[in-house]
Protein backbone atom coordinates (compact mmCIF):
# COMPACT_ATOMS: atom_id res chain seq x y z
CA UNK A 1 0.00 0.00 0.00
CA UNK A 2 0.81 3.77 -0.34
CA UNK A 3 3.82 4.94 2.45
CA UNK A 4 4.72 8.31 3.30
CA UNK A 5 8.18 8.32 4.72
CA UNK A 6 9.87 11.96 6.36
CA UNK A 7 13.52 12.18 7.17
CA UNK A 8 15.21 13.26 9.26
CA UNK A 9 13.01 11.64 12.47
CA UNK A 10 14.43 14.50 14.89
CA UNK A 11 16.40 17.69 14.00
CA UNK A 12 17.95 19.94 16.82
CA UNK A 13 19.00 23.20 15.41
CA UNK A 14 20.33 26.94 16.90
CA UNK A 15 18.11 29.65 17.22
CA UNK A 16 18.54 31.49 13.56
CA UNK A 17 19.83 28.24 11.77
CA UNK A 18 17.72 26.71 8.84
CA UNK A 19 15.57 23.69 9.00
CA UNK A 20 14.48 21.46 6.09
CA UNK A 21 12.50 18.09 6.38
CA UNK A 22 12.06 15.79 3.46
CA UNK A 23 9.44 13.70 2.40
CA UNK A 24 9.05 10.55 0.14
CA UNK A 25 6.02 8.75 -1.18
CA UNK A 26 6.28 5.31 -2.82
CA UNK A 27 3.65 6.48 -5.49
CA UNK A 28 2.63 9.32 -7.19
CA UNK A 29 0.95 11.87 -5.16
CA UNK A 30 -2.52 14.23 -6.76
CA UNK A 31 -1.32 16.29 -3.54
CA UNK A 32 0.28 17.10 -0.75
CA UNK A 33 -0.26 18.93 3.03
CA UNK A 34 1.45 19.54 5.29
CA UNK A 35 0.74 19.93 9.58
CA UNK A 36 2.57 21.06 12.18
CA UNK A 37 1.66 19.59 15.63
CA UNK A 38 2.88 21.56 18.93
CA UNK A 39 4.27 19.32 22.15
CA UNK A 40 0.86 18.45 23.70
CA UNK A 41 -1.33 19.94 20.74
CA UNK A 42 -3.11 18.43 17.65
CA UNK A 43 -1.71 18.50 14.00
CA UNK A 44 -2.41 21.83 12.61
CA UNK A 45 -2.66 22.68 8.59
CA UNK A 46 0.13 24.44 6.71
CA UNK A 47 -0.48 24.40 3.46
CA UNK A 48 -1.43 22.10 0.39
CA UNK A 49 0.38 21.59 -2.61
CA UNK A 50 -1.23 20.59 -5.71
CA UNK A 51 0.97 21.00 -9.06
CA UNK A 52 4.09 19.66 -10.27
CA UNK A 53 6.70 21.52 -9.02
CA UNK A 54 4.82 23.55 -6.90
CA UNK A 55 6.39 25.86 -4.21
CA UNK A 56 4.82 27.89 -1.68
CA UNK A 57 6.45 30.57 0.69
CA UNK A 58 4.65 31.44 4.05
CA UNK A 59 6.71 33.90 5.72
CA UNK A 60 10.25 32.04 6.80
CA UNK A 61 8.88 28.72 5.56
CA UNK A 62 9.07 27.24 1.69
CA UNK A 63 7.50 24.15 0.87
CA UNK A 64 8.09 22.36 -2.33
CA UNK A 65 6.23 19.42 -4.68
CA UNK A 66 8.58 17.88 -6.59
CA UNK A 67 8.13 17.53 -10.57
CA UNK A 68 7.05 13.75 -9.90
CA UNK A 69 4.87 14.14 -7.86
CA UNK A 70 6.43 11.79 -5.19
CA UNK A 71 8.34 13.98 -2.31
CA UNK A 72 7.94 17.32 -1.13
CA UNK A 73 10.40 19.50 1.58
CA UNK A 74 9.67 21.86 4.26
CA UNK A 75 12.43 24.42 4.69
CA UNK A 76 12.49 27.30 7.75
CA UNK A 77 14.88 30.09 7.01
CA UNK A 78 15.90 31.68 10.55
CA UNK A 79 14.23 29.02 12.82
CA UNK A 80 12.57 30.43 15.90
CA UNK A 81 11.80 29.02 19.10
CA UNK A 82 8.28 29.36 18.53
CA UNK A 83 8.93 26.51 15.21
CA UNK A 84 9.75 24.26 17.87
CA UNK A 85 7.32 20.94 17.26
CA UNK A 86 6.57 17.95 14.61
CA UNK A 87 5.81 18.47 10.88
CA UNK A 88 4.23 16.20 8.94
CA UNK A 89 3.73 15.84 5.51
CA UNK A 90 0.57 14.19 4.30
CA UNK A 91 -0.25 12.31 1.37
CA UNK A 92 -3.15 12.21 -1.12
CA UNK A 93 -3.76 9.87 -3.83
CA UNK A 94 -6.55 10.29 -5.82
CA UNK A 95 -9.94 8.38 -4.08
CA UNK A 96 -8.11 7.72 -1.01
CA UNK A 97 -7.62 8.38 2.74
CA UNK A 98 -4.75 10.91 3.68
CA UNK A 99 -1.94 8.90 4.50
CA UNK A 100 0.45 10.85 7.18
CA UNK A 101 4.31 10.28 6.97
CA UNK A 102 5.83 9.61 10.99
CA UNK A 103 6.95 13.37 10.83
CA UNK A 104 9.78 15.67 12.01
CA UNK A 105 10.67 16.70 15.36
CA UNK A 106 12.06 20.17 15.70
CA UNK A 107 13.75 21.43 18.53
CA UNK A 108 15.20 24.82 18.70
CA UNK A 109 17.46 26.02 21.12
CA UNK A 110 17.98 29.35 22.04
CA UNK B 1 -16.14 30.13 15.84
CA UNK B 2 -16.15 26.53 17.19
CA UNK B 3 -13.54 24.02 16.25
CA UNK B 4 -13.57 20.42 16.17
CA UNK B 5 -14.31 19.06 19.73
CA UNK B 6 -14.03 15.62 21.08
CA UNK B 7 -15.30 13.80 23.80
CA UNK B 8 -14.25 12.72 26.56
CA UNK B 9 -10.65 14.29 26.46
CA UNK B 10 -9.61 11.28 28.77
CA UNK B 11 -10.81 7.55 28.94
CA UNK B 12 -8.88 4.83 30.82
CA UNK B 13 -10.72 1.44 30.44
CA UNK B 14 -10.10 -1.84 31.69
CA UNK B 15 -8.87 -4.61 29.14
CA UNK B 16 -12.19 -5.85 27.85
CA UNK B 17 -14.33 -2.98 28.16
CA UNK B 18 -16.51 -1.44 25.36
CA UNK B 19 -15.76 2.26 24.96
CA UNK B 20 -17.47 5.13 22.64
CA UNK B 21 -15.42 8.24 21.74
CA UNK B 22 -17.21 11.15 20.21
CA UNK B 23 -16.47 14.28 18.06
CA UNK B 24 -18.18 17.44 17.24
CA UNK B 25 -17.47 18.53 13.83
CA UNK B 26 -17.26 22.17 12.79
CA UNK B 27 -20.62 23.02 11.78
CA UNK B 28 -21.05 22.34 8.13
CA UNK B 29 -18.56 20.54 7.34
CA UNK B 30 -19.30 17.27 5.27
CA UNK B 31 -15.83 15.24 5.34
CA UNK B 32 -15.02 13.90 9.04
CA UNK B 33 -12.22 11.80 9.66
CA UNK B 34 -10.85 9.39 12.74
CA UNK B 35 -7.36 9.05 13.57
CA UNK B 36 -5.31 6.86 16.03
CA UNK B 37 -2.05 8.50 16.77
CA UNK B 38 0.57 6.92 19.15
CA UNK B 39 3.31 8.11 20.46
CA UNK B 40 6.02 9.13 18.02
CA UNK B 41 4.23 8.61 14.82
CA UNK B 42 1.74 10.06 12.56
CA UNK B 43 -1.84 10.09 12.67
CA UNK B 44 -2.97 6.77 11.15
CA UNK B 45 -5.94 6.51 9.03
CA UNK B 46 -9.07 5.12 10.54
CA UNK B 47 -12.35 5.78 8.73
CA UNK B 48 -13.83 8.26 6.40
CA UNK B 49 -17.29 9.73 6.34
CA UNK B 50 -18.76 12.12 3.66
CA UNK B 51 -22.37 13.03 5.12
CA UNK B 52 -23.74 10.12 6.59
CA UNK B 53 -22.23 7.27 5.00
CA UNK B 54 -18.92 5.79 5.76
CA UNK B 55 -16.93 6.24 2.42
CA UNK B 56 -13.64 4.52 3.23
CA UNK B 57 -13.19 2.56 6.39
CA UNK B 58 -10.09 0.52 5.21
CA UNK B 59 -8.10 1.64 7.81
CA UNK B 60 -10.38 0.41 10.55
CA UNK B 61 -7.65 -2.51 12.37
CA UNK B 62 -9.96 -5.46 12.60
CA UNK B 63 -13.78 -5.62 13.48
CA UNK B 64 -14.18 -4.81 17.05
CA UNK B 65 -13.93 -0.97 15.97
CA UNK B 66 -16.96 0.80 14.24
CA UNK B 67 -17.64 4.10 13.68
CA UNK B 68 -21.16 5.29 13.16
CA UNK B 69 -22.25 9.41 11.91
CA UNK B 70 -26.42 8.79 11.97
CA UNK B 71 -26.88 12.75 11.03
CA UNK B 72 -24.35 14.02 9.56
CA UNK B 73 -22.83 15.96 11.68
CA UNK B 74 -21.75 14.14 15.08
CA UNK B 75 -19.60 10.86 14.70
CA UNK B 76 -19.08 8.27 17.43
CA UNK B 77 -16.01 5.53 17.22
CA UNK B 78 -17.15 2.53 19.36
CA UNK B 79 -14.46 0.10 19.92
CA UNK B 80 -15.45 -3.37 21.51
CA UNK B 81 -13.44 -5.66 24.01
CA UNK B 82 -10.50 -3.21 24.14
CA UNK B 83 -7.01 -4.15 24.12
CA UNK B 84 -3.93 -3.00 25.77
CA UNK B 85 -2.76 -2.47 21.80
CA UNK B 86 -5.85 0.36 21.58
CA UNK B 87 -4.75 2.70 23.96
CA UNK B 88 -3.53 5.61 21.98
CA UNK B 89 -4.48 9.35 21.29
CA UNK B 90 -7.91 9.00 18.91
CA UNK B 91 -7.84 12.00 16.92
CA UNK B 92 -11.28 13.78 14.80
CA UNK B 93 -10.91 15.57 11.97
CA UNK B 94 -13.30 17.92 9.83
CA UNK B 95 -13.15 19.67 6.39
CA UNK B 96 -15.55 21.24 3.71
CA UNK B 97 -14.92 18.79 1.26
CA UNK B 98 -13.00 15.59 -0.01
CA UNK B 99 -9.29 16.36 -0.42
CA UNK B 100 -9.05 19.86 1.55
CA UNK B 101 -7.55 21.43 4.70
CA UNK B 102 -8.50 19.13 7.60
CA UNK B 103 -9.60 20.39 11.04
CA UNK B 104 -8.08 18.18 13.73
CA UNK B 105 -9.90 18.00 17.51
CA UNK B 106 -7.69 18.39 20.23
CA UNK B 107 -7.82 14.38 20.40
CA UNK B 108 -9.34 11.11 22.81
CA UNK B 109 -6.29 10.00 25.01
CA UNK B 110 -7.64 6.40 25.57
CA UNK B 111 -5.31 4.35 28.13
CA UNK B 112 -6.55 0.88 28.52
CA UNK B 113 -5.39 -1.05 31.59
Known amino acids: GQQVMQIPQYQHVQEGEDFTTYCNSS?????IQWYKQRPGGHPVFLIQLVKSGEVKKQKRLTFQFGEAKKNSSLHITATQTTDVGTYFCAGHQAGTALIFGKGTTLSVSS | GAGVSQTPSNKVTEKGKYVELRCDPI?????LYWYRQSLGQGPEFLIYFQGTGAADDSGLPNDRFFAVRPEGSVSTLKIQRTERGDSAVYLC???????????FGPGTRLTVL
Open chain 1, 27 to 31: TTLSN
Open chain 2, 27 to 31: SGHTA
Open chain 2, 93 to 103: ASSDGGAGEQF
